[in-house]
DNA sequence: CACTCCGCATGACAAATGTCAGACGGTGGT
DNA sequence: ACCACCGTCTGACATTTGTCATGCGGAGTG
C-alpha cells in the first residue's frame, strides 16, 4: 500500500554535529534494509540534497542552522510527498511535537533511543505508520495547547531577550500600555510570578 | 612517556543519549588501537565506571544529568590522576573551556568534529599531549575572564530564572538595596540594557 | 436585528527595579 | 603607621514595570 518499489529503505540524514551523524551513518548502514543517500550538515543544504536524491525517509535532527527540522519538514511535504520525514533530537520539548505534527511528519524521536530501535522506527515510518515517542508525547498532552493568543505570544516573543517595553512597543507599532497589558495577560495564564518567569516557561514548553 | 603499557587505549565513553553514545563506540570500535572498557549515560555512572575500569581516556559529554562534564573530570583527577579526560560538548560555551582546563581537563572539542579526527585527537590526549578547539579557544579567548566579582556573579545566577528582587536578597542574607546594586554593577560590567539581558549575556560567555 | 462574548487597545495608579552618593573594613604599597 | 584602593553594603530618589477599570469593534447566537 505504500506505493513504493521494494528493495532497500534509501535515507536522508541531516545533522550538524558531524560526529553523530558520521556515526549514525555508520551504524545504519550496518543494516541490511537500509541505505543512506545523502547527509546534510544544515536545513537548506537537507532540502537540497532531498531534491537531489529522493529518498524514501529523511532523519532530520531538530536543532539545525538556516532552517529547523520541522521548516524542512513543511517543505519537503510540498515538494517530495512521497518522502517520509523522521525528527530526531536531544531537547523535546512538547510544543516542537505538535508543530512537527502538523507539518506532517511521520516520527519523532528522542536521541537517547538506541541506534538498534532507531533503525526499526525507520522502517515503521517507512511502512506508512507513525511514531511518536511515548513519553515525549505524555508530555505534550501534559502541557496541551497554548492558551495564548497571536498578539500575546508575539509580544511575549519580543520580550524574550530581555528588551525594555519602550523597544517591545516600538518594534510591535503599540502603545507601551497596550504592551504591558499582553504581557500581563500572557504572565497570568502561563501562572509565572513576571514576564521573565513566563518566558521561559513558553519556551520550556516550545509555545514560543 | 606516558608511564603507560603498550596495547590499546582503553576508553571510558560517558553521553546521556544513547544513540550517540552507541553510535560512537561503534566507530570508534573500528580503530584497531582503541577499546571501549565502559559506557555510561550519566555523570556519577560515569565515576563509578571510571572506578571500575580504570580507563586511558575518559570520554565525557559535558552536558549530563547528574554531574557535568567538568565536575565529573574533577573527581577523576583525585581519585584517577592516571586517567586522562577528553570532553566533548554541542555547544561550546566560552567559560565551560576555561573552567574544564582548569580541572585538568586534557582536551575539549566540538561534536561538529568527525570520528575519524575524535579518534586521531584521543591518541593525541592519550599521548600525553593536550588538544582544544581552535574555534573554541578562538572564543574564549576572545571572551576573556569574567569580570563580575563573586557576590555579583552569585546575585546574577539567583536572578537567572527571573526572580524578584525580594526574593534574591531573602535567598543571598542581603537587604534589597544592595542586590540591586550588584545587580546594577554586573549590567554595567556586561553592558546589558538591564539584568535580565546581562544573564543571557553570563549564560553565554559561561560566566554563571 | 439586538445581544453577548472575546480579543484588542488605552491611560492612571501602585509596585518593583535601576541609579546614585556615600559609609565601612580589609589589603597592599609607601 | 599611614594612605589609597577595592569590594561590600546601605538608604533615598527617578524610572520602569505590573495591575486595574474601561472603551471599541468584530464573531457567533438567539
Redesign the pocket.
Known sequence: MSGRTTGPVRLLLADDEHLIRGALATLLSLEDDLVIVAEAASGPEALSMARAHEPDVAVLDLQMPGADGVKVATSLRAELPGCRVLIVTSHGRPGHLKRALEAGVRGFVPKTVSAQRLAEIIRTVHAGNRYVDPELAADAIAAGDSPL????AEVLELAADGA???EIAERAA?????V??Y??SA??KLGAE???AAVRLARQRGWV
Request: no cysteine; hydrophobic share 30%; charged share 20%.
Open positions: 493568543t497571536a498578539r500575546e525594555p517595553v519602550a503599540l502603545s507601551q500600555g497596550t504591558r497589558n504581557l500581563s504572565v497570568s513576571n514576564r521573565h
